[in-house]
């Protein structure tokens, strides 16, 4: 991922509406990639991964869509949630290292 | 409980002391990973252990911090002469491979008066 600097970007979205997170990446080489979220004094928890052989994978509300081309990454929620409010990370691994985003705020508004 | 434990969760110290951070990983996870996230920032890579092999040190920031892994499981990070600027989240992961999740604790808030 690339860092974003101090201020982390925030996504404002009602509940129950659809929320798109991107992410851009900067490492060609990378073949692995994973979203995390964190909340408040709470480690990175996992949500989902996707390998570079693939450019869509879909969990439990959550899809991951992967465009190698340009690089970039995007998490996508349906009908969001008040508990989805986090800090969401992107990760990108190459050989044995994860380089993470620096991170976008969703907050959901009621 | 079946995580990846870290302690202290917090540790408020003085300038120029030593901490000592603990994490034990997931049993059975070979991998382990220390990252240290300053307030509102990503996750900055320190070192990462896999079995055997020789720890990959790169990320630390300088000499004063180390680590070691005991036994293949239990892993300890070492600050000394600690700084103001050493204050920060220090997050520990395991993996049970390359190109699987990595798993986190909750962290260790540390703070330097």
């Known amino acids: 991922g690339e860092s974003v600097g101090l201020h982390l970007p925030t996504l404002s979205v009602q509940e129950g509406d659809n929320s798109i997170i991107n992410c851009a990446y900067s490492n060609s080489a990378s073949d692995y990639f994973i979203w995390y979220k964190q909340e408040s004094g709470k480690g990175p928890q996992f949500i989902i991964d996707?390998?570079?052989?693939?450019d869509k994978r879909q969990g439990q509300r959550v899809t991951v869509l992967l465009n190698k081309t340009v690089k970039h990454l995007s998490l996508q929620i349906a009908a969001t949630q008040p508990g989805d409010s986090a800090v969401y990370f992107c990760?990108?691994?190459?050989?044995?290292?994860?380089?993470f985003g620096g991170g976008t705020r969703l907050m959901v508004k009621p | 409980g079946a995580g990846v434990s870290q302690s202290p969760s917090n540790k408020v110290t003085e300038k120029g002391k030593d901490v000592e951070l603990r994490c034990d990983p997931i049993?059975?996870?070979?991998?382990l990973y220390w990252y240290r996230q300053s307030l509102g920032q990503g996750l900055e890579f320190l070192i990462y252990?896999?079995?055997?092999?020789?720890?990959?040190k790169s990320g630390l920031p300088s000499d004063r911090f180390s680590a070691e892994r005991t036994g293949g499981s239990v892993s300890t990070l070492t600050i000394q002469r600690t700084q103001q600027e050493d204050s920060a989240v220090y997050l520990c992961?395991?993996?049970?491979?390359?190109?699987?999740?990595?798993?986190f604790g909750d962290g260790t808030r540390l703070s330097i008066l």
């Open positions: 996707i390998r570079s052989n693939m």
């Open positions: 992961a395991s993996s049970s491979d390359r190109n699987q999740p990595q798993h």
């Open positions: 252990f896999q079995g055997n092999s020789a720890p990959d």
């Open positions: 990760a990108d691994e190459a050989g044995n290292m994860l380089t």
């Open positions: 049993s059975g996870h070979t991998a």
